[in-house]
């Protein structure tokens, strides 16, 4: 069974701070993806990484950065948490080339205070 | 770049009846459209998924329709179930990155 893992599903946190969303995916994917679901907009997309180093960014990018130093791990960064960033993040990973099945992980979700 | 749009964001149903949930996409080269299902504390999980060679594609009482020219795509869901109450979301993709719906909550009243 593909599994993706998010390393919380809850978390506080206070405005200014910097915060770091962790996802490890056990089935050998290329690609990994952070979303950011709010209700009424759906998913949206905010980075991508297509390989270890590389990365993409996604529809609403602004106020986050990712790093995937390793193939399995791929973190989503707010380097200083506002208001507006309170939601549910959404960790998926994939195997490249034709258009294949997303695997999620359970989402964590952050308020920031 | 793609964009996908969904109708209703609300659905009601009684149990053992159809829901029937529609997307339209605007990227005429998306080839790949996939339906997921989020049920409550869970992250979304693939349901069905369809690709543009193929007109329809059904799974028991789940059913996918792709009509290529209208750039439209629907989810039947029949004989509805209580544990059918959830959360569905559409995407489309030409490569590797998918663009999602606004989803529909659908319930399933017993």
């Known amino acids: 069974d593909v599994k993706v893992t998010q390393s919380s599903r809850y978390l506080v946190k206070r405005t200014g701070e910097k915060v770091f969303l962790e996802c490890v995916q056990d089935?050998?994917?290329?690609?990994m993806f952070w979303y950011r679901q709010d209700p009424g907009l759906g998913l949206r997309l905010i980075y991508f990484?297509?390989?270890?180093?590389?990365?993409e960014k996604g529809d609403i990018p602004e106020g986050y950065s990712v790093s995937r130093e390793k193939k399995e791990r791929f973190s989503l960064i707010l380097e200083s948490a506002s208001t507006n960033q309170t939601s549910m993040y959404l960790c998926?990973?994939?195997?490249?080339?034709?258009?294949?099945?997303?695997?999620f992980g359970q989402g964590t979700r952050l308020t920031v205070v | 770049g793609e964009n996908v749009e969904q109708h209703p964001s609300t659905l009601s149903v009684q149990e053992g009846d159809s829901a029937v949930i529609k997307c339209t996409y605007s990227?005429?080269?998306?080839?790949?459209f996939p339906w997921y299902k989020q049920e409550l504390g869970k992250g979304p999980q693939l349901i069905i998924d369809?690709?543009?060679?193929?007109g329809e594609k059904k799974d028991q009482r789940i059913a996918v329709t792709l009509n290529k020219t209208a750039k439209h795509f629907s989810l039947h869901i029949t004989e509805t179930q209580p544990e059918d109450s959830a959360v569905y979301f559409c995407?489309?993709?030409?490569?590797?990155?998918?663009?999602f719906g606004t989803g529909t909550r659908l319930a399933v009243r017993p």
């Open positions: 998926a990973s994939s195997f490249t080339g034709r258009s294949t099945e997303a695997f």
């Open positions: 089935m050998d994917h290329e690609n």
């Open positions: 990484s297509y390989d270890v180093k590389m990365k």
């Open positions: 990227d005429s080269a998306s080839n790949y």
């Open positions: 369809i690709r543009s060679n193929v």
């Open positions: 995407a489309a993709s030409s490569g590797d990155k998918l663009t």
